[in-house]
């Protein structure tokens, strides 16, 4: 399995020869990672988050050739499936999911952790 760290919020991993392109983009609220998936559909794909980890899956492999007879000149798109696995950290919670034109973008809202006082209760 191939881990490396990408930001202070952000560990990314695979177990797949084929990793689509992604950008991690800081923005005003959060962070939304694009993740290129050219072809899919939104039933091809699933996105799954518990406990700190974000998966994104393709559910299939792509069948770019219409036809079996059909010969590739040159072949710049992959049709085998991938898993993405993101470890996430605490201080971020899952917005939103879009699919675009090609670009999946999975929204994360950055949590405001406040510091408290803590009221200390005598046993009883």
């Not at 992604?22 to 962070?31: A, C, F, L, S």
């Not at 699933?46 to 998966?55: I, N, Q, R, T, Y």
């Not at 899956?57 to 050739?65: A, D, P, V």
């Not at 993101?86 to 034109?101: C, G, H, I, R």
């Amino acid at each position: 399995m191939n881990t490396r760290f990408l930001s202070p919020f952000f560990q990314f991993s695979t177990s797949y020869s084929y990793t689509p392109r992604y950008n991690i983009v800081r923005t005003k609220t959060g962070y939304t990672i694009q993740v290129a998936v050219p072809g899919y559909s939104k039933e091809e794909l699933e996105v799954a988050f518990s406990k700190g980890k974000l998966w994104v899956r393709s559910l299939e492999n792509l069948k770019f050739r219409e036809n079996e007879e059909d010969i590739f000149i040159e072949k710049g798109l992959s049709e085998k499936r991938f898993t993405l696995e993101f470890s996430v950290s605490a201080e971020l919670s899952p917005k939103s999911v879009t699919l675009d034109k090609g670009l999946l973008c999975l929204d994360f809202e950055k949590i405001d952790s406040q510091d408290s006082v803590l009221e200390i209760k005598e046993g009883a």
